[in-house]
């Protein structure tokens, strides 16, 4: 499985990025697909997650301001930042599952990452 993000940048705070990620593989639809964020000096984390059915799930701390989508029929899942913070600036990440549901963790295979840069 190979994994392109795109749609990075830099942004004013209280600004919107839509970040996408195509997927080269026959079995997109059944995996659960997954954003994720890792910040200079901190550990990678996650950010939020689609599975197959559709069903999502959000950090604490993007909640009501990030969603997740995904598009069986293109391979694709997207990640619509609204709102965004400075500390939302990190290098973000799209992950495939071997899962199909919706998880945080166990996931198999990564994307190369696209920059994310909020400004106050």
């Known amino acids: 499985v190979q994994l392109v993000e795109s749609g990075g940048g830099l942004v004013q705070a209280g600004g919107s990025l839509r970040l996408s990620c195509s997927a080269s593989t026959q079995t997109f639809s059944s995996r659960a697909m997954g954003w994720f964020r890792q910040a200079p000096g901190k550990e990678r984390e996650f950010v939020a997650g689609?599975?197959?059915?559709?069903?999502?799930d959000y950090a604490a701390s993007v909640k009501g301001r990030f969603a997740i989508s995904r598009d069986n029929r293109k391979d694709m899942v997207y990640l619509q930042m609204n709102n965004l913070k400075p500390e939302d600036t990190a290098f973000y990440y799209c992950?495939?599952?071997?899962?199909?549901?919706?998880?945080?963790?166990?996931?198999?295979?990564w994307g190369q990452g696209t920059q994310v840069t909020v400004s106050s």
């Open positions: 689609v599975g197959w059915t559709g069903s999502t």
């Open positions: 992950a495939a599952s071997d899962e199909a549901h919706v998880l945080r963790t166990a996931y198999d295979f």
